[in-house]
């Protein structure tokens, strides 16, 4: 397999989310799969197989386990994809379910790549999990906005939805690995996404990644896709309208992911980025 290296949601190689691509994985087993995420060592690589209708199916590997979406991964590949076979639609096959990813050229020449998730929902996270959730991350429930209830959010994988009330709290984060690794996969949950309200339609996240076996995910499109759709099934924002998350700096890799959020309820939530090789 040739295995290509980009960097997704950042136009600078030093910012931004590392992922593998391999475009062409036809034949590859699961072990063969795993075994190259792991020396690899991003927190995922994508592996697509061409199939003869003319989409790709499409799987994610972290280094210790398949998830069943990834969103930079998908940016990465939309690119990689672009950068040899030219711009325009891709049809993609996920465990999660159908997605597309459109990628064009900007005016300085940039390619950009647009994936719409399946459709998102949520669902409650239970007090309890609530209580260790925070406990091992050391926040208190007062830390909390309580205008960006708790919520589980899913538009592919599923992401808790933490948002503390001060930059401050997002900015200072020392967790458990063991403990939240072990509540996630009790709970099936991919990443935890914490997240601080700038402004009506900017915001800052950072994510957990324990199951991965990374502490911090610098940019999580499948989060940032699952975080529209949750704003918009709770009124929380007003669409048609495009969000801006801000990823990645508390950690030395500054990320931006522009969300698009449809009006329906039953559609897809748009998330765009750049990516470069590495």
Known sequence: MEILRYVAFSTDPKGGNPAGVVLDATGAADTAMLATAAEVGYSETAFVVPSGDGALDVRYFSPLAEVPFCGHATIATAVAHAQRHGTGRLRLRTAAGPVTVTTDRAADGTLVATLVSVAPRTAPIEEADLAELLAVLGWSAGELDPALPPRAAFAGAWH?????????????????MAALGALMAHRDWTTVNLVWRESPTVFHARNPFPPGGVVEDPA??????AFGGYLREFGLVSPPTTLTIHQGADMGRPSTITVTVPAELDTGIGVTGTAVEL
Not at 160 to 176: F, G, K, M, N, Q
């Open 160 to 176: 808790p939805v933490i948002a503390a009330a001060s930059r401050d709290r997002l900015a200072d984060l020392d967790y458990d």
């Open 220 to 225: 999580t499109g499948a989060a940032a896709a």
